[in-house]
């Protein structure tokens, strides 16, 4: 699959500590690897919200409180947000 990323993902990176960096990196070559989102050994679950968008988020590894909230555009994945838990469901998909 291909990756795209907002400016807004990109933002959220900066602020995070250098053991999550480690874990998106692996995230990054799983989801260049996977034909599709069930390849992924990944917690992700299709969210709720805008529903002309098809909004996923993917949890960080299996004790971390990072999700990572991104669309899927046909093959492409176009990361979006990356947010501790408690602020992921408040700030992604957008509500319209």
Do not use: C, W
Request: aromatic letters at 10%; charged letters at 35%; a positive charge.
């Amino acid at each position: 699959m291909k990756i795209q990323s907002h400016g807004s993902f990109e933002r959220d990176l900066k602020k995070l500590p250098d053991a999550v960096l480690d874990e998106i990196e692996k995230i990054y070559v799983a989801i260049e690897e996977a034909q599709s989102l069930n390849d992924l050994t990944y917690s992700v679950r299709k969210m709720e919200g805008n529903k002309k968008l098809k909004a996923f988020r993917l949890r960080l590894g299996e004790n971390s409180d990072y999700r990572i909230g991104f669309y899927l555009e046909g093959d492409t994945v176009v990361l979006s947000r990356i947010l501790n838990r408690k602020d992921i469901y408040k700030k992604f998909p957008p509500k319209k």
